[in-house]
């Protein structure tokens, strides 16, 4: 009698893949908490380098643009407004950053065993929210030191921020990650495109600021722009920009689909060319 023979075959490009994700749920949760604690083992502050360096950049920023260029970001203080945007930057910034070089990290036990590879990026953006909500603690404390307040309106805004920053990274991510096993060279130019997107987003000036419309439009795409925009009038309570809002969440669709296609259409050969 022939013995009945099992086929994987990766999920469909547009798929998630969730179901099967679900069933290596442990291991999801091993590779996130295995680079948790292996940042954090050695160093001598532990968790607290993920706090200190958005306040350090806050009191840098803070000390040489609050006066110099004399930004209106009312009805927000200038190192409230700049560490808002700092914490979310950095979780974009370390996510994509971690995600697009994961799989040539992980080429070793790629080429061993079968699992949904989609854990791998999608386990640097955890370790990257990890970071983040530890940094949200001390942004938090740093409102209530302003006297900042907060509304009903503050979680609802704040989530969606998060989730459209966490949509466009995981995207970003996965992109990135697909080209690097394939074409080693893409993992130069992450520190560079890193670097345009933060100095495109409206982390240290408001985007009312900007005053040439089409300078204007091109920056609306950035979709770290839109996440930021709704973080913020979770304080404010005033209405999100449209054209940020709507431009830079049909971005984070567009390359959210995109990053997750590319992947799905690469991961086949990820063990042959790892």
Same mark, same amino acid.
């Given at each position: 009698?022939?013995?009945?023979?099992?086929?994987?075959?990766?999920?469909?490009?547009?798929?998630?893949?969730?179901?099967?994700?679900?069933?290596?749920?442990?291991?999801?949760?091993?590779?996130?908490?295995?680079?948790? @604690?292996?940042?954090? @083992?050695?160093?001598?502050?532990?968790?607290?380098?993920?706090?200190?360096?958005?306040?350090?950049?806050?009191?840098?920023?803070?000390?040489?643009?609050?006066?110099?260029?004399?930004?209106?970001?009312?009805?927000?203080?200038?190192? =409230?407004?700049?560490?808002?945007?700092?914490?979310?930057?950095?979780?974009?910034?370390?996510? =994509?950053?971690?995600?697009?070089?994961?799989?040539?990290?992980?080429?070793?036990?790629?080429?061993?065993?079968?699992?949904?590879?989609?854990?791998?990026?999608?386990?640097? =953006?955890?370790?990257?929210?990890?970071?983040?909500?530890?940094?949200?603690?001390?942004?938090?404390?740093?409102?209530?030191?302003?006297?900042?307040?907060?509304?009903?309106?503050?979680?609802?805004?704040?989530?969606?921020?998060?989730?459209?920053?966490?949509?466009?990274?995981?995207?970003?991510?996965?992109?990135?990650?697909?080209?690097?096993? @394939?074409?080693?060279?893409?993992?130069?130019?992450?520190?560079?495109?890193?670097?345009?997107?933060?100095?495109?987003?409206?982390?240290?000036?408001?985007?009312?600021?900007?005053?040439?419309?089409?300078?204007?439009?091109?920056?609306?795409?950035?979709?770290?722009?839109?996440?930021?925009?709704?973080?913020?009038?979770?304080?404010?309570?005033q209405v999100p920009d449209s054209l940020v809002l709507v431009a830079g969440a049909s971005t984070?669709?567009?390359?959210?689909?995109?990053?997750?296609?590319?992947?799905?259409?690469?991961?086949?050969?990820?063990?042959?060319?790892?």
């Amino acid at each position: 009698m022939e013995q009945p023979q099992t086929h994987i075959q990766p999920p469909g490009r547009f798929s998630t893949g969730f179901r099967e994700i679900w069933q290596y749920r442990e291991l999801f949760y091993f590779f996130t908490w295995r680079d948790i @604690k292996v940042k954090y @083992k050695q160093t001598s502050l532990g968790i607290i380098w993920a706090l200190l360096q958005p306040l350090g950049m806050m009191l840098l920023f803070t000390l040489l643009f609050s006066k110099t260029l004399n930004f209106d970001t009312r009805p927000l203080p200038y190192p =409230v407004f700049v560490l808002s945007g700092l914490i979310l930057w950095n979780l974009f910034q370390s996510s =994509v950053s971690h995600a697009g070089e994961s799989m040539i990290q992980h080429a070793g036990i790629i080429k061993k065993i079968y699992f949904p590879r989609l854990i791998i990026p999608g386990s640097a =953006v955890l370790v990257a929210l990890f970071d983040f909500m530890m940094g949200l603690l001390i942004f938090l404390v740093f409102c209530l030191v302003y006297k900042q307040a907060f509304h009903w309106y503050t979680l609802p805004y704040f989530l969606g921020g998060m989730l459209l920053l966490l949509l466009a990274a995981l995207g970003t991510g996965t992109f990135l990650a697909a080209l690097n096993v @394939k074409y080693r060279d893409f993992r130069y130019t992450i520190p560079f495109f890193l670097q345009v997107l933060f100095f495109s987003s409206q982390i240290i000036y408001p985007f009312n600021a900007i005053t040439q419309p089409v300078l204007k439009y091109i920056l609306a795409l950035n979709p770290v722009n839109a996440a930021i925009e709704l973080f913020r009038c979770g304080l404010t309570g005033q209405v999100p920009d449209s054209l940020v809002l709507v431009a830079g969440a049909s971005t984070t669709v567009v390359v959210f689909l995109a990053g997750l296609y590319y992947f799905r259409k690469t991961e086949a050969y990820f063990a042959d060319i790892a």
